[in-house]
Every structure is written in C-alpha cells, then in structure tokens.
C-alpha cells in the first residue's frame, strides 16, 4: 500500500491496494483484524493497482488512480465492483504516472509524471475541471524548467486561497541510461516544497518554495497543511523524518486571480 486518506468528517480511513486491486475503507477506530466497511474492487470499477485516492468531502466524491494512467471518479460510498462515475484519461487529457491527487474550487489536480528514459523531464501539475470525463484536455498545465518539477510527488490544494502545495523530489532516477549501470543521485539537486496558484499556466516558476539545508529536506514525498495555524506538514523519504514549518506567508489570498476570494 503507497497511499492512505483520513476523512474526518465520516471518520473513516481509506486505503488504495495496490496488489489487490482495490480500495478498502475502513472505520477510524478499526484495529487489528478489522474487516472494512466497503471494498471497491472488479473489472467493471477500472481499478488495476491504485497508489493513491483523494476523498472530495466537498462533493462526496472519491477520486482514485486507476494504475494504468487514469484517473477514476466514484461516489464516496460506492463498493462492490461497480463502475466509475466518470473517467479522465487518454492522449490529450497528458495523464501518464499518477503519483498525487487533489481537489478544490471545482478543480481535479493530478501530480504527473512521464518518464523520458533520460535526463529531461516533462513532469507536470495537471488541472482540470472537476466534473471534466473521457479524454479532455487539462484545463491548465505547470510543467517546464522554471517550474523547478522533476520527480513530482504529492499534491494538496489549499481551497480557501486556491493554492496547490506540491512535494517535488528535483531529481532523477538512480540509473544511468547510457551504459545501463546504477548511478549516484546528484547530491546538489534536494528536493523541496513548492506552492502555486491553481490558476497557474506553463512553465511558471513557485510562488514559494522551502528548501536547502536549513530545512532538513532531501526528497520530500508527503505534503498536507493546516491552513488555520499556517502550517505545512511534510514527509521526507531519505531522513524518513515528518518535518513541520510556520509559514503564514504561505497562506495569503492571492490579488488579481480567480484564486482570490472565491
């Protein structure tokens, strides 16, 4: 399993299985060998080993990836093998490696990832609309060298202000294309924390980013925030540490964009 979600609302803990084929949820209070409330799971579901899922508790939605370069859309309570409510993928929606999913302001945020086999990345924030199904194109793309993405990991999309926080790894994989033999990862390029506006479009560099030494990360995998106390949350998969930081200047409304004051 690569991926978990708490919804505080239903208090219930979702859980994407990635070998199995499915998702479980399961009651917040379950403990040993609890059985789960719902299981989502069948050839009619689409679901083919899932890493991540977001719960829209805005619109009782659960937004899962399918494993096999979609994204998949099902009313939160459905079980069983029944299928999705809609479907994002195919050549124009970019939709590749799903390694992040969000929602907010009516939006469907996809942390993108395409391997080029090389040096060179076309990794990307992928919006849509929320209600978008088939092959559609994203409605915005942040994806380009100023954007700093490379190896994106999680998205979290901060609905108050219309922001998307996004955990970026900057680095390439630790293998060497050219003579096919492991290689070290550059020690220069650590990872950091990066924030845009999810009206952002094109090769757009953050409106904020942690990073460097003083921050502790190296390859940051996890971002969630908590608005109210301008904090962020982060996760980091060398030290495996959980990393806090005050950033309030992380949480202002945006002047001069559809993100503000919606």
Known sequence: MHGIFYDDVHDEIVVPVALGGAVLTLPGDA???????????????????????????????????SGDDAVLVFPRTAQGDVAPS???GG?????????????????????????????????AILVFNRTD??????????????????????????EERGLIFATIKNNFEAYNYADA???????????F????SIDDNGDVPPRGVIRGPATGLVWPAGVAINPKNHEIYA????????FMFKMPEFFLKLPGSTAAGK
């Open 235 to 242: 996760i980091d998969s060398v030290s495996n540490a959980l």
């Open 181 to 191: 033999r492991p290689s070290p990862w550059d020690p220069i390029k650590t990872g």
């Open 31 to 65: 403990a040993g060998d609890a059985p789960p409330k719902r299981v989502l799971q069948g050839p009619k579901t689409g679901i083919v080993q899932p890493d991540t899922i977001y719960v829209d508790l805005k619109h009782d939605e659960l937004i899962v990836e």
């Open 86 to 88: 809609r479907r994002i």
């Open 91 to 123: 050549p124009n929606s970019g939709v590749s490696n799903i390694y992040g999913l969000a929602a907010g302001r009516d939006c469907l945020v996809v942390a993108n990832r395409v391997d080029t086999g090389g040096r060179a990345s076309d990794d």
């Open 133 to 158: 199904n088939g092959d559609p194109k994203p409605r915005t793309k942040i994806s380009g060298p100023h954007t700093g993405i490379i190896k994106i990991r999680q998205v979290f999309v901060d």
């Open 193 to 196: 924390i990066a924030v845009w």
